[in-house]
């Protein structure tokens, strides 16, 4: 059982360095002074300065986070009410309802922003900033939705029955009893759209339009150039946090 238990540990950790060396490597890396990537010449911060004087790259930053928190709250707007009205469908037609709004999560992302990107050009609306959180949405809707189901599902429904018995109301029901049972998972839920939101390319290049350039595209475009640390630099920033946001949303998820 002892070599067993070794065994499984050293699989384990070959699996966690195999997936978090190269995320180790990018931040050391982001830190060189040298400005070549793969030349180690000692510890600075300059390329964090670098990124923090750099304008474009400022207004893709402030992008991602517009397109990430509109879309966010759209997702959380739409798919609040979704879910609770999916947990409360009977019949034979519940499932085939489930299956049209989970279908978003096992489509290829490049399907979804081939879709999307002749939805909006069958309607005429020009590509901007606005068809970009509407995509955002589309594929942040069934996160918020399977998150907030999960836990709807371990609500005892005799409290709401309860609260009705003594004459509440549906809004007074939702708003004392329902509201704050749900809150930490529609908090996580968020947090982790807003993290897919920001960290999203594929959709984003097809539906990007003039003066909507977001970080993931701005990083694409650099790398065009050759790597440098400056991409390291600023890669760092998305992958750390992403890992930070995760994490919240998973306190959340666990209150």
């Known amino acids: 059982m002892r070599g067993q238990g070794v065994w499984l540990r050293s699989i384990s950790g070959f699996g966690l360095a195999f997936l978090y060396l190269p995320i180790v490597v990018l931040v050391l890396f982001s830190l060189n002074a040298s ?14 300065e670098v990124l923090w004087r ?6 893709a930053a402030v992008n991602s986070l517009w397109i990430a928190a509109l879309s966010t709250s759209l997702a959380v707007l739409l798919g609040l009410p979704a879910a609770m009205g999916l947990e409360r469908l009977k019949g034979r037609g519940r499932q085939v309802v489930d299956t049209i709004f989970l279908l978003p999560l096992v489509l290829p992302e490049v399907m979804m922003g081939v879709a999307l990107l002749l939805f ?16 955002h949405a589309a594929f942040n809707l069934p996160v918020v939705i399977v998150m907030v189901r999960a ?22 029901t939702f708003y004392r009893v329902t509201w704050p049972l749900v809150r930490p998972a529609v908090l996580g839920a968020a947090l982790l759209a807003f993290t897919i939101s920001l960290d999203d390319f594929i959709v984003t290049f097809f539906v990007a339009g003039p003066g909507a350039t ?4 701005k990083v694409y475009s650099m790398i065009k150039s050759g790597l440098s640390p400056e991409i390291n630099a600023l890669s760092s920033v998305l992958v750390l ?13 666990r209150r």
């Open 214 to 217: 977001t970080l993931p595209l």
């Open 54 to 59: 750099d304008e474009a790259l400022l207004a």
């Open 120 to 135: 909006f050009v069958m309607i005429h609306w020009p590509l901007s900033l606005a068809t970009v959180i509407v995509g």
């Open 241 to 253: 946090s992403s890992m930070g946001l995760v994490g919240l949303s998973l306190v959340f998820q």
């Open 151 to 172: 836990r709807l599902q371990k609500l005892d429904p005799r409290l709401e029955e309860a609260a009705n018995d003594l004459g509440a109301s549906a809004w007074q």
């Open 35 to 48: 400005r070549l990537s793969a030349t180690w010449q000692g510890f600075s911060w300059h390329w964090y």
